[in-house]
Each structure stands twice: as C-alpha cells, then as structure tokens.
C-alpha cells in the first residue's frame, strides 16, 4: 500500500510557498520540488570553466577541411553535423583520459552496446518489443519543464529492412553454436497465427562491419514484429551499434545508437518497460553501453 503525507500551508505563507515550487514528470513517480533558482555570474563562470566545450571546439578549429568533412560524413542522423558528431565522441574520450582524437568511423559512434558471455555462460537472448502503440512522455514546445503525453502507433507494413553494425570476438563452445539479430514477425493466412524470422547472421569473428536484409512480403497478413539478439554456445564479446529497424518510412528502433542498451524505465519511454529486455541471461552473461577504444 503506498504511504502518504501531506503538510500544512499556513494562509499567510501559500503565495510565496507556491511561487517557490513546480511540478515535476508525472508519469513515473509524481512529485513537486524547489524552483530551479537563476544562476548568478559568479556560478554560470563556474559551470562554463568546467564544460568541455571549449575543450572540444579548440580541437575541432585545428582540424582540416577535409578533417571536418569525415567527422560529418560518419554522422548517422538525417541531417549531418561534423561538430555534433565529434563532440559526442570527443566528451567521452576526455572523460575516459583518453589520449588524442578518434577516428572517424562509418560503422559506429561514441557509445555502442557491448554484449559479454563468461564462463559460466553460453547464450544469451534479449528482445526489444514493438507494440502496435504505446505513449510516450514529450516535451512541450515552448515551455521548459512541461511534458505531454503522446500515442505512439507504429502501424507495421513490409517491406521491412533490418540493419546493424558490428564488431564480434567470439569463440564456440559446441555444435549448433550461431549469433543473430533478428525480427520475429507475426502475419496471419487462412484464420493460422505464423512467424517468419527475418535474420541477420553474424560471424564469430569480425573487425566492425554491417550487415541487413530486408523482407517486402509474407503470405496473408503481417501484423507485428519484435526485435532479437540472440548467442547461442558461444563465449566472448559482441559489440554493436547503428541498429536500424526500417518500415513504413521510417526507422523505429528505440535507442539506434546503442548510447544505452540497459536502459529500464525512461523519462520519453515510459511505457515500453526496457530498450532491451533479457530474455535468457545467466550468470557470465551481461549487456550494456559502453566507449569502445
């Protein structure tokens, strides 16, 4: 049962305690806290002396032309940003005492997913689901802590194409030993629920690379999908990014980059319960993001 409290307001104190607090995100835990106060000179010096934006835009300034042109080409967004990119990139290696800059890199960016299998481990499974709706909690335009929440509809419709950059350090432990990533797809023909596998096969071992495949039809009806990792007898490291689950005219994995596969509850996807749910992990077997260097 959940416990409850409430304080007393005295009458000549309700208009200054209400200018004092606000409410916060309603949608996982309500609450009410103190008003963000504005930040004197003194403090915004502080706060600009320990960002390392400057840092990173002095490092970005004595790049080349031709520099800049390949930090923007690996950009993974629509729109292409060089300084985005490198910036991203550039914070966690600072962070991480990491000498230098990175090389840019078509297959990945800044963070990735890593999944790890130690003995005494063999397999592990995790799933991102994809309801047909589900709400979400949005900003709303204009106003600087205030969130909506909006219907997500992912109305499904082949063709589906499925896309994933990786990196794999593997080795077998026994027959019938494989690595895939996978939509599990759901369509109906004459009254029968079928699932067809839509698979991306990957090699034990592998320098970072990508691979896809796409699916334009089904018999009958397609209906809905999930997304899969699934090692099966396998020991070591797979390291993953760039995850792209495209149909409809837009790509709708949640979390494309990979900047946070253990991600449960999230302020945006409050209803979708993790990014990436576990659903054969022993112990030996982990996943998480992490700075590849």
């Known amino acids: 049962m959940a416990k409850t409290s409430h304080i007393q307001i005295p009458v000549e104190l309700e208009e200054k305690y209400y200018q004092s607090v606000q409410s916060m995100d309603r949608f996982i835990i309500p609450r009410i806290r103190a008003k963000t106060a504005l930040l004197s ?13 400057p840092q990173c835009s ?7 032309d031709e520099q800049k042109q390949d930090w923007k080409d690996v950009d993974s967004h629509s729109q292409k940003h060089g300084f985005r990119t490198f910036l991203a990139d550039q914070v966690q290696r600072i962070k ?13 960016q800044n963070l990735v997913g890593k999944i790890l299998i130690e003995d005494p481990a063999e397999e592990i499974k995790i799933a991102q689901l994809h309801p047909s709706s589900y709400w979400i909690s949005q900003r709303v335009e204009g106003k600087d802590n205030m969130f909506q929440p909006v219907e997500i509809n992912e109305n499904f419709a082949l063709p589906l194409k499925l896309t994933i950059s990786y990196k794999s350090d593997l080795t077998s432990t026994g027959e019938g030993s494989f690595v895939r990533f996978y939509a599990s797809i759901r369509h109906l023909y004459q009254g029968e629920n079928l699932n067809y596998d ?13 691979g896809d495949i796409t699916i334009s039809e089904l018999i009958g009806k ?10 099966y007898k396998v020991t070591g490291t797979l390291l993953i990014d760039n995850i792209k689950t495209e149909h409809s005219g837009s790509n709708w994995t949640i979390d494309t980059f990979c900047n946070k596969i253990e ?3 999230s302020r945006g996807f409050y209803q979708v319960a993790q990014i990436w749910s576990p659903i054969t992990l ?12």
């Open 282 to 293: 022993p112990a030996g077997a982990s996943y998480k993001s992490i700075y590849p260097e």
């Open 41 to 53: 000179r003194r403090k915004k010096l502080l706060i600009a002396n320990r960002s390392l934006l």
């Open 96 to 108: 991480l005492d990491l000498a230098g800059t990175a090389t840019p890199n078509q297959y990945h």
């Open 198 to 210: 839509l698979i991306v096969n990957i090699p034990l071992q592998s320098n970072w690379t990508s």
């Open 58 to 64: 002095a490092i970005w300034n004595n790049f080349t």
């Open 263 to 265: 991600q449960t509850f």
């Open 222 to 231: 397609a209906i809905s999908y999930n997304l899969y990792i699934h090692l």
